[in-house]
Structures are given as structure tokens and as C-alpha cells.
T-cell receptor
Framework: QKEVEQDPGPLSVPEGAIVSLNCTYSNSAFQYFMWYRQYSRKGPELLMYTYSSGNKEDGRFTAQVDKSSKYISLFIRDSQPSDSATYLCAMLGFQKLVFGTGTRLLVSP | GAVVSQHPSRVICKSGTSVKIECRSLDFQATTMFWYRQFPKQSLMLMATSNEGSKATYEQGVEKDKFLINHASLTLSTLTVTSAHPEDSSFYIC???????????FGEGSWLTVV
């Protein structure tokens, strides 16, 4: 079993839709949970990070962590074509960083 | 926000030669830096964890004699691909942890093509 599971997609939605991206994990030692956005041929860009369980909101983005279920989510409201990218979840324990495989999101005009 | 700079962004080298990629944290001190490799349409693969002033810790299956990592200062880590071969052609990315925090910032990556 992989430490972090993420559906690779692609996930196709129309412009304006609410997008839900998810990851599950198995290692309860993870404390920090991050979401990165990666455009084609570019390095990952940090979108949001949260510590332990709870929600965090930043503009159109909301990150949610449920440690009891070992499940994290990223919600994108009012999705735009410019949101089309690969979204990677990442989890950090003590000097241990594990990425999901990434979900490719396609937002059509 | 914190900035991590990687150089060069693109490099082409001949098979058998060595190439060095630099990773710098521009406005913060990074005691720990990570090096990753990403093949097309695949996820990031951690190659090694680099701590300032000590030897890097390599992930299983990564040849430490081929991928030399030097973290000589709190703002600079280098990855040298020695005796490069075409199968080493990939996108190499570094990241750095800011101080004692737990946020990781990425460089923009370096495309290596070995011909």
C-alpha cells in the first residue's frame, strides 16, 4: 500500500464548477499537509498548507484535513481555465516528505 | 514569500560528462534541502535529503556516487550528475525547508537532456 494515494485523473469540469481534490494516507505520523499546483514543465507551486486537522481558506481555495479518517481535500470554488494544472498533495512528518501522484485538472471555458 | 532559485533551468550535456545543478534559498536559511527527479507525466520522486554540513541521505535505489549532493552552506545545495547518460535526462527539482519551520518551497526545476 502506498503511503499517499491520489487519483491521477484527469478530472474535467466546466468553468465555474466547484472542484474537489482528495488524498488519503496511511502514516499517522504526518503532521503537515500541503497542496501544490504544477503547470506543465514547471516546478510545483505551494498553494496551501495546514497543520493537523481542520480547514483553511484562501480566496477560492479551501484545504481540509481529517486526521481521524486520514483524508485531506482541496476545494476550488468558481474554477477557471487558468486552474487547469496538476495538483499534488504532500505530507510532512519528521524530515519525511511524501507526495501523492498528482491529479490532473482540466477546466473548460 | 520565500524564494528558491535553481540554476541552470535547462542544460544539455554530452553522454559521459558531468553536470552541476545549483539550488539556492534567496531570502532564508535552509538547513534541509531535498532533491527530486520527475519523469514526464509522473510524480515527483525524492532522490535525497541534504542537510547543511553533513552527508546527504539517499533514497533507496538512488546511486550516491552518480548523484553527488553538496550542501556547503545554509543557502546553497548542489546536485552533480556524474558520467551522465541519456536515461538521466529528466526534470530535477530542489526544495528547501525554511529554518525550523515546516513549509517547503520549491525551485523552478532544471531540465537535463543528455545526448
Amino acid at each position: 500500500q502506498k503511503e499517499v494515494e491520489q487519483d491521477p485523473g484527469p478530472l474535467s469540469v466546466p468553468e465555474g464548477a466547484i472542484v474537489s481534490l482528495n488524498c488519503t494516507y496511511s502514516n499517522s505520523a504526518f503532521q503537515y499537509f500541503m497542496w501544490y499546483r504544477q503547470y506543465s514543465r514547471k516546478g510545483p507551486e505551494l498553494l496551501m498548507y495546514t497543520y493537523s486537522s481542520g480547514n483553511k481558506e484562501d480566496g477560492r481555495f479551501t484545504a481540509q484535513v481529517d486526521k481521524s479518517s486520514k483524508y485531506i481535500s482541496l476545494f476550488i470554488r468558481d474554477s477557471q481555465p487558468s486552474d487547469s494544472a496538476t495538483y499534488l498533495c504532500a505530507m510532512l512528518g519528521f524530515q519525511k516528505l511524501v507526495f501523492g501522484t498528482g491529479t490532473r485538472l482540466l477546466v473548460s471555458p | 514569500g520565500a524564494v528558491v532559485s535553481q540554476h541552470p533551468s535547462r542544460v544539455i550535456c554530452k553522454s559521459g560528462t558531468s553536470v552541476k545543478i545549483e539550488c539556492r534559498s534567496l531570502d532564508f536559511q535552509a538547513t534541509t534541502m531535498f532533491w527530486y527527479r520527475q519523469f514526464p507525466k509522473q510524480s515527483l520522486m525524492l532522490m535525497a535529503t541534504s542537510n547543511e554540513g553533513s552527508k546527504a541521505t539517499y533514497e533507496q535505489g538512488v546511486e550516491k556516487d552518480k548523484f553527488l549532493i553538496n550542501h556547503a552552506s545554509l543557502t546553497l545545495s548542489t546536485l552533480t550528475v556524474t558520467s551522465a547518460h541519456p536515461e538521466d535526462s529528466s526534470f530535477y527539482i530542489c526544495s528547501a525547508i525554511q529554518g525550523t519551520g515546516n513549509t517547503i518551497y520549491f525551485g523552478e526545476g532544471s531540465w537535463l537532456t543528455v545526448v
